[in-house]
């Protein structure tokens, strides 16, 4: 005989199913700039010329962002068409970042990658990326 899986609990004093969905975890989303702009900075965060870890956390600083030269740049042994990264020029992808947890909220100062900004798949990280041939 099958055990019955146990069934969610609510929280205390509360009676409503809604409730309880309101305080469970949503799957953040991003638009294609966003996620063009966090797949670069996840490249970035694999660079040892472009990256240093943040001592006592998880945390990446981004201590070096590309770029670019005619119709592209170089991101360690990857080549990054140019009009892929406008990302990194609009503040509203990086207050979006920040709002979503995947960067911190220092931005303007430094930009620091969370490691769920480091852990999230855009969908991306193979799409547009291709090695140097130079």
Known sequence: MKSAKPSPTLPPNSNSFWVFMSTSKKRQKLNPLQSKTLVLLQ????????????????DI?????????GNHMH?????LAAKDASGLNNPAVW??????????????????????GRAFSTGLENKFLTASDH
């Open 95 to 116: 207050v979006a970042l920040a709002r979503k947890g995947f960067v911190r909220d220092n931005w303007q100062q430094e930009i620091i990658l969370t490691p769920e």
């Open 75 to 79: 991101v360690g042994e990857f080549v």
């Open 43 to 58: 490249l970035l965060a694999k660079d040892s010329e472009s990256s240093s870890a943040v001592y006592g956390s998880e």
């Open 61 to 69: 600083h981004i201590t070096r962002l590309p770029h670019a030269h």
